[in-house]
């Protein structure tokens, strides 16, 4: 696969783009497979680091979802860019690789690795999820006793369980709104955090569909599936910069005072 071929078929993921760049370097990288420079929208892949197309289609895509990324989103991309719209944007540019077949997920087709998720899944993240849903149970247990003799459950959790309070209360909503076990302890949490019952039915409902953290959290940020309105992200960035100046030029202001009382007479 060329440099024309990879573009061809990375435009096939995403066509209404700004225009870009595919580079092969001719080398091989210790440090990385590839990088993207938003300046010049030029993914430049080091092509002697891959033993088949698939590993470089791989980074290709990876690189052409930071170029997504940086082109449209309304707030400037910081340094660091793996954020989670960078991800949500690479899962979902992996994920039509996949239903276009220009891209094998080995995860899903090799034997060795399905036996090996099934197991994972089974045995430690459903166990382990069951397991911590009924440690929410004892813990509602533990908070009736302390209401019973007076006590501070906080106390009892932070000092006797050191555990943290978030923690427990956690666990305890994972009992209560009986959230699935099966997605594992992490998601859980992610879902027991939800107050609104059809957000948090959402939510399970879409790690039930292989939907990646990362997909959910940006669907929960947002309130919806749908993007949010540029206009007021920038505005509510805005807002943020001139709280930040503000409060940075009080402090400057703070130091300067201070620097005046404890500076000797000249």
């Known amino acids: 696969m060329n440099q024309d071929q990879v573009k061809e078929q990375l435009l096939r993921l995403e066509e209404d783009v ?26 430049i892949l080091h092509n002697k680091n891959f033993q088949n197309d698939n590993q470089l289609i791989y980074t290709a895509i990876h690189e052409f979802a930071h170029h997504v990324h940086a082109t449209r989103s309304p707030l400037p991309v910081g340094p660091k860019p793996h954020t989670i719209e960078f991800r949500r944007i690479l899962h ?20 060795d690795f399905i036996a090996l998720t099934h197991r994972i899944r089974t045995r430690y993240l459903s166990a382990g999820g069951q397991l911590m849903k009924e440690f929410g149970q004892v813990l509602i247990e533990a908070q009736q006793l302390c209401d019973r003799h007076h006590a501070r459950f906080e106390d009892y959790v932070q000092r006797t369980l050191c555990l943290e309070t978030q923690t427990a209360n956690s666990m305890i909503r994972m009992h ?23 957000r948090r039915d959402e939510a399970q409902q879409a790690f039930a569909e292989g939907k990646s953290r990362d997909a959910v959290r940006a669907i929960l940020r947002t309130g919806s599936s749908e993007e949010p309105d540029p206009a007021t992200q920038l505005q509510k960035e805005r807002r943020r910069i001139e709280r ?4 940075l030029q009080s402090k400057l202001e703070d130091l300067d005072r201070r620097l005046e009382l404890i500076s000797p007479a000249r």
């Open 176 to 198: 209560a709104y009986d959230v699935r076990p099966e997605v594992g302890y992490e998601n859980m949490k992610i879902v027991a955090s939800i107050g609104d019952p059809d």
């Open 92 to 111: 979902e540019l992996l994920a039509k690789a996949e239903e276009l077949e220009i891209y094998q997920n080995i995860f899903r087709s090799n034997p």
């Open 18 to 43: 700004e225009d870009f760049f595919v580079i092969f370097s001719g080398k091989t990288s210790k440090k990385v497979n590839g990088l993207y420079y938003p300046n010049t929208h030029e993914i």
């Open 244 to 247: 930040t100046i503000a409060s």
